[in-house]
């Protein structure tokens, strides 16, 4: 009778199939299958040159950084003009951080509107692991 083998085989491919998505289902939900990761970094103006609110040309942030891991995060800002990297920094964001407050200038940015991502990062002990980005564009 060949309707049992069918009947098996399509049961077969159906398991196959479905254990085949359990990684990508996980991954979708931060990997812990408990939901979304709450890690995030958001930003904060710091000195408002121009009193509008948003990031412009000579201003400070920061960022409020929240991750779950259990390293110190440190935040990577890079900011570019027409794909020219004119600035780029690092500061740390544990307790007792350095670096917190970043000006948006350089030497090689003297004015001008600009593309920045704050990329938000921690060491587990053996590799840098990335948990939040934010783009974001600076004013002229």
Do not use: E
């Not at 085989?9 to 299958?33: C, I, T």
């Not at 960022?63 to 779950?68: A, L, P, Q, R």
């Not at 307790?95 to 990062?121: E, H, V």
């Amino acid at each position: 009778m060949k309707t049992p083998r069918i009947a098996q085989a399509v049961q077969l491919a159906a398991l196959v199939l479905a254990l085949a998505l359990v990684p990508v289902a996980l991954a979708a939900k931060g990997g812990n299958g408990k939901g979304a990761d709450p890690s995030s970094i958001n930003l904060v103006m710091v000195n408002d040159l121009t009193g509008n609110g948003s990031p412009s040309w000579g201003d400070t942030v920061t960022f409020d950084v929240s991750s779950t891991a259990t390293s110190s995060p440190y935040v990577n800002l890079s900011c570019d003009q027409g794909g020219t990297l004119v600035a780029s920094g690092d500061g740390f964001f544990g307790s007792g951080g350095w670096g917190q407050y970043m000006t948006l200038r350089s030497t090689l940015w003297s004015s001008g509107a600009a593309d920045c991502t704050a990329t938000a990062y921690y060491f587990d002990g053996k590799k840098t692991v990335t948990f939040a980005t934010l783009p974001f564009h600076v004013d002229a």
